[in-house]
């Protein structure tokens, strides 16, 4: 019981990082119907930059650990937003009218631009976050040892999910959003600034990938330039799961495929950790290719 609480709750916690990845690669298709394999880039650059301001100002020292946390997430969640919409500008507007292909081969393009200027800048070595920032004491629930910086990332996924949630269904601008997702030509018709839309979603996804990316070398302690690609995949993985373009979907495709990963490498082989996730995107291709919250993609991003 004990086993199956422990990887339950790390699977959720993973899943939760795979989610907000996950949720980039489904605001951008939403609205554009287009893949941004850079995406998984953005969430190294995240991950990079945060050691390197966390190392540079030590903002965990003279802050504290919540506000030197959170102002660590809140300049990456910045930087990284601002990255996400130079990308948008640089490699994806010139070819809003182009054929479909041409702006896939460019996002391909610009991951490698990104993952090779990851190396050359930060070394090809792998880097490692100060240790003991996050709490290292446990909790027990119902007699389970729970650790508290796994319910952190948890939490902090969550919440990050919820606001984007509440901003897309409950705002003004959400509404464009959504509108912009259903039709373009109608959503300007209607006088939103579509391109202001896109803009904004090169924000806020690439923005999230940064954030998670803080959260994954903090948890984990180590990152490295290549992680981008397998944690990019797997939350492709989790987008087309839920059904990629629907954002409750690429939440629940996130917190799902972390919690089967987590116990298939519990229960079955950890040598199967990254060939689990591979399985379930084949499966959920062949058995439901619109994922399983799919259906509501025509009606709401």
Not at 60 to 86: N, P, R
Not at 135 to 157: E, Y
Request: proline share 4%.
């Amino acid at each position: 019981m004990e086993q199956f609480f422990q990887q339950l709750t790390n699977g959720l916690a993973i899943g939760g990082i795979y989610a907000l990845i996950a949720l980039g690669y489904t605001l951008v298709y939403g609205v554009l119907k287009l893949i941004n394999f850079a995406h998984g880039d953005l969430f190294t650059i995240g991950a990079f930059l945060g050691l390197s301001l966390l190392t540079a100002f030590s903002l965990t020292d003279k802050l504290g650990f919540a506000m030197g946390v959170g102002a660590l997430v809140l300049m990456i969640v910045c930087l990284v937003g601002i990255i996400g919409i130079l990308l948008d500008q640089a490699a994806y507007k010139p070819l809003r009218t182009s054929p479909r292909l041409s702006a896939v081969v460019s996002a391909l393009g610009m991951s490698i631009v990104f993952s090779n200027a990851i190396m050359l800048v930060f070394g090809p070595n792998p880097q490692v976050y100060p240790h003991g920032i996050l709490p290292t004491s446990v909790l027990h629930i119902f007699g389970l040892p729970f650790p508290v910086k796994r319910l952190l990332l948890l939490v902090t996924s969550v919440v990050l999910m919820a606001a984007l949630y509440f901003f897309i269904q409950k705002t003004t601008i959400g509404a464009a959003i959504r509108a912009a997702a259903i039709d373009q030509d109608a959503a300007r018709l209607m006088g939103i600034n579509v391109n202001l839309v896109i803009m904004l979603i090169f924000f806020i996804g690439p923005a999230l990938g940064g954030a998670a990316g803080v959260m994954v070398g903090l948890y984990y302690g180590q990152i490295k330039w290549t992680m981008g690609w397998l944690y990019g995949l797997k939350a492709f993985t989790a987008a087309i799961l839920g059904g990629i373009g629907n954002i409750p979907g690429a939440m629940v495709g996130g917190l799902l495929l972390g919690v089967i990963e987590s116990l298939g490498s519990a229960y079955i082989s950890m040598a199967w950790k990254d060939a689990i996730t591979f399985v379930v995107l084949i499966l959920i291709l062949i058995v439901r290719p619109t994922g399983l919250l799919g259906e509501r993609v025509a009606e709401k991003i």
